[in-house]
C-alpha cells in the first residue's frame, strides 16, 4: 500500500512560484510513474506533470510547459513541482498520484491547494 503525501501549496500573488513536493511511503518498482494533476470547481481534471522512475522522463500538460518543472529523489521516494510564472488559472487543488502495476493511478494523495491571485 502506498501513502503519498503532498505539502506546499498556499497562496501566491500572479508571477510568483510555489514548490509542491510528494513523499511515497511503501513505494515499489511497481509505482513506476508518479504524477501531479489538478482539479479547480467546475472544471475536469487536468494532468500537470509525469515522473517515470524506470527511464527518468518526465511529461508536461500543454498549460505548464516552460513554467514548471517536476522532478524525483530517489532516495527520499519523493517528487517536486517546482512551479514558476504562476498564473490565476492555475489555481486548483494539486494531486500527488502513483500508479500501480497494471500502470494505471491507483494512488492518491489528500491534495494541496494552490491559489494565485491576480
Known amino acids: 500500500q502506498v501513502r503519498l503525501l503532498e505539502t506546499g501549496g498556499g497562496l501566491v500573488q500572479a508571477g510568483g512560484s510555489l514548490r509542491l513536493s510528494c513523499t511515497a511511503s511503501?513505494?515499489?518498482?511497481?509505482?513506476?510513474?508518479m504524477a501531479w494533476f489538478r482539479q479547480s470547481p467546475g472544471k475536469e481534471s487536468e494532468l500537470v506533470a509525469g515522473?517515470?522512475?524506470?527511464?527518468?522522463?518526465?511529461h508536461y500538460g500543454a498549460s505548464v510547459k516552460a513554467r514548471f518543472t517536476i522532478a524525483a529523489d530517489n532516495r527520499k521516494d519523493a517528487v517536486y513541482l517546482q512551479m514558476n510564472s504562476l498564473k490565476p488559472e492555475d489555481t486548483a487543488t494539486y494531486y500527488c498520484?502513483?500508479?500501480?502495476?497494471?500502470?494505471?493511478?491507483?494512488?492518491w494523495g489528500q491534495g494541496t491547494q494552490v491559489t494565485v491571485s491576480s
Open positions: 498520484t502513483a500508479s500501480g502495476p497494471t500502470g494505471e493511478f491507483d494512488y
Open positions: 511503501g513505494r515499489t518498482t511497481s509505482n513506476n510513474i
Open positions: 515522473f517515470t522512475w524506470s527511464r527518468g522522463m518526465t
